[in-house]
């Protein structure tokens, strides 16, 4: 099982040399599409293409070719749908000839014999754009080598930010979302060595899920800014995907050890719960190999569609395993109040256990569910709001699973004598008096 482990590990390694963020480059070979999509671009301006095509030969070299139809352009998404329409109403007959889409280049202009050419073009007009390539001769095929760079120059600067109109302030967001955890790392430091005769193995698990968090977030901030600065990223990328890695794994496996009440209620696992963390670890490796494949793709990658695919079935997997646990442990209370006498404080497990079942399902849904939505419905500008809000969410979950399940003494959840037996239900009554 660990070489199994190794050997995927390594693997998703190797992916990541490929890496080629902002600046992208593509090897077209042979290709007859009539339209190539390669990057996308947020401008506000004053905003630059730069497009550098090399090693450029179509199939047919015969004189009479209408150059004119082959070509780069810029065009919105709105734009694209207006395109579409005047080429069904037969206004037109190829996406070059549209006054609403931005030429960047047509062959037409190619000096005779050429194979490659350099152009920067300037964009003035703020929106979200495509670079396409279009090629409205049937049957020609076209081979060449495209690298594209589009950014946004700051005005006070006059430095490049490679980075969208919508991630520009990631960076930053990161790095707030670094200081956040790290606080809260350092608070249970310090919960953990006051209460430390009442801290559990399940705490310090807690801690080591905290502190990748936390290391994660500020490789995504460096990693962003980087990108942000050069348009490339850079070989510590390997060191984001790694605690990525750590960080879905290890809140996968504490949302299971909880939902089981390992380390608090029993110090096994079940051969039925260990199975749950034998599906979820593996998928977690599976998700982070499609994570890596789908960023390294660009945004019209070909096989992104297929990961994206991937993705979501082991996510939606993951998270429907992590819940099962959690079912077994409320059923199992429910069951131990009615047989060992010990009913308020199986109650009072109970609830907390509803409670979590609850809070982790509206995690899942509101990270996966409502941060999709919100990427979709905002403008390009503020795209990094959704990444605000699905990291808010997560805050909220960390915060509050950590305060449900800190150490303390008088906790119901860890109580087995007698004495406290009768303290928990002197509490449960005053909670229905309060509730009366
Ligand atoms: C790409 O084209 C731009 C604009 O002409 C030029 O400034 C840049 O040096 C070119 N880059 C490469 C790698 O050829």
Sequence with gaps: MAKVFFLIFLSLLLLLPLSTAEIRSSEIRSDSRSI??????????????????????LSNSSPELELSVLGFFLSTGDSWLHVLGQMQDGEITCALQ???????????????????????????????FTLVFANCLPQLQISMDVRSAMYNV???????????????VLPRVYFLFFLAYASLAALWIQVL?????????????MLAVLVLKALNLLC????????????????????FYIFSFLKGITLFTLIVLIGTGWSFIKPFLQ?????????????????????????????????????KQVLLLVDVVCCCAVLFPIVWSIKNLREAARTDGKAAVNLMKLTLF????????????FTRVVVYALSTITSYRYLWTSVVAGELATLAFYVFTGYKFRPEAHNPYFVIDDDEEEAAAEALKLEDEFEL
């Excluded at 190539?36 to 030969?57: C, M, R």
Aim: hydrophobic share 40%.
């Design 354 to 365: 509803r409670q979590y079942y609850i809070v982790v399902i509206c995690y899942i849904y």
């Design 154 to 168: 700051d005005q006070k600067t006059n430095r490049r930010d490679y980075l969208s109109a919508g991630s520009t």
């Design 36 to 57: 190539i999509p390669f990057a996308e671009f947020g401008f506000a301006p004053p905003g630059v293409l730069e497009l550098n095509v090399s090693h450029l030969s």
């Design 271 to 307: 051969d039925k719960e260990k199975k749950v963390l034998m599906i979820v670890i593996p998928l977690q490796v599976v998700a982070n190999i499609a994570q890596v494949a789908i960023d390294e793709s660009g945004p019209y990658g070909l096989d992104r569609y297929t990961w």
């Design 193 to 205: 060595y006051k209460k430390r005769l009442t801290a559990f193995r399940i705490h310090f698990f």
């Design 98 to 128: 549209s006054s609403l889409v931005k030429l960047v280049y047509t062959f037409n202009n190619l000096p005779a014999g050429a194979h490659s050419f350099n152009v920067a073009v300037s964009e003035t007009d703020p929106g979200q």
């Design 220 to 239: 995504e901030a460096e990693d962003k800014s980087f990108i942000k600065r050069t348009g490339t990223a850079h070989g510590w990328d390997v060191l």
